[in-house]
Antibody, heavy 120, light 110 residues
Framework: QLQLQESGPGLVKPSETLSLTCTVSGGSISSSSYYWGWIRQSPGKGLECIGTIYYSGNPYYNPSLKSRVTISIDTSKSQFSLKLTSVTAADTAVYYC????????????WGQGTMVIVSS | QSALTQPASVSGSPGQSITISCTGTSSDVGNYNLVSWYQHHPGKAPKLLVYEVTKRPSGVSNRFSGSKSGNTASLTISGLQAEDEADYYCCSYAGSSTWVFGGGTQLTVL
């Protein structure tokens, strides 16, 4: 059974960089059948797709976050990562790592989510 | 890229049917048959209920069904059960490998 697990600091200071890692277990991150992505939910708000990446690289980013986001993948560690620079309180959210199969273009597997608070 | 519009809340009694709407634009919902719906119980991982407007993943109850007309997609839950009480989100592909979600709808089973 595939599992995704987010990890990283739960508290980040304003203007600093938020860094999260998603570890994929029970399945291959190198499969050509899937993209991997990050989605967040700010308190009291809906979901927002941050971006996605293929096993071979080639990330795609939400245009509203593109200038601050980097998503990378390390297939040798079965992990993919998110970096978000110059964070503000508006970046406080639960961050989810996800998978979407190229065959269905929907996010079929999600991690449990990790809460990140931006505060000094 | 604006969020899709969902009602903030809906409610129904056990056994009844409810429908949640999701309104987008001709650039997202209206342009692609790539609308998906997710059920989210707070504190848990969201669960995919419907993809490509009408299709259900294996294991998802046939009480959940999706449809679309123009720029509006809908999720219908029939035979409401207590465990259906959750937040529901729609999502549409919006081109260039981007997606847009709805603001979420809180379902209360009375």
């Amino acid at each position: 059974q595939l599992q995704l697990q987010e990890s990283g600091p739960g508290l980040v200071k304003p203007s600093e960089t938020l860094s999260l890692t998603c570890t994929v277990s029970g399945g291959s991150i190198s499969s050509s059948s899937y993209y991997w992505g990050w989605i967040r939910q700010s308190p009291g708000k809906g979901l927002e797709c941050i971006g996605t990446i293929y096993y071979s690289g080639n990330p795609y980013y939400n245009p509203s976050l593109k200038s601050r986001v980097t998503i990378s993948i390390d297939t040798s560690k079965s992990q993919f990562s998110l970096k978000l620079t110059s964070v503000t309180a508006a970046d406080t959210a639960v961050y989810y790592c996800t998978r979407y199969p190229t065959a269905i273009v929907a996010f079929d597997m999600w991690g449990q989510g990790t809460m990140v608070i931006v505060s000094s | 890229q604006s969020a899709l519009t969902q009602p903030a809340s809906v409610s129904g009694s056990p056994g009844q049917s409810i429908t949640i709407s999701c309104t987008g634009t001709s650039s997202d919902v209206g342009n692609y048959n790539l609308v998906s719906w997710y059920q989210h119980h707070p504190g848990k991982a969201p669960k995919l209920l419907v993809y490509e407007v009408t299709k259900r993943p294996s294991g998802v109850s046939n009480r959940f069904s999706g449809s679309k007309s123009g720029n509006t997609a809908s999720l219908t839950i029939s035979g409401l059960q207590a465990e259906d009480e959750a937040d529901y989100y729609c999502c549409s592909y919006a081109g260039s490998s981007t997606w847009v979600f709805g603001g979420g709808t809180q379902l209360t089973v009375l």
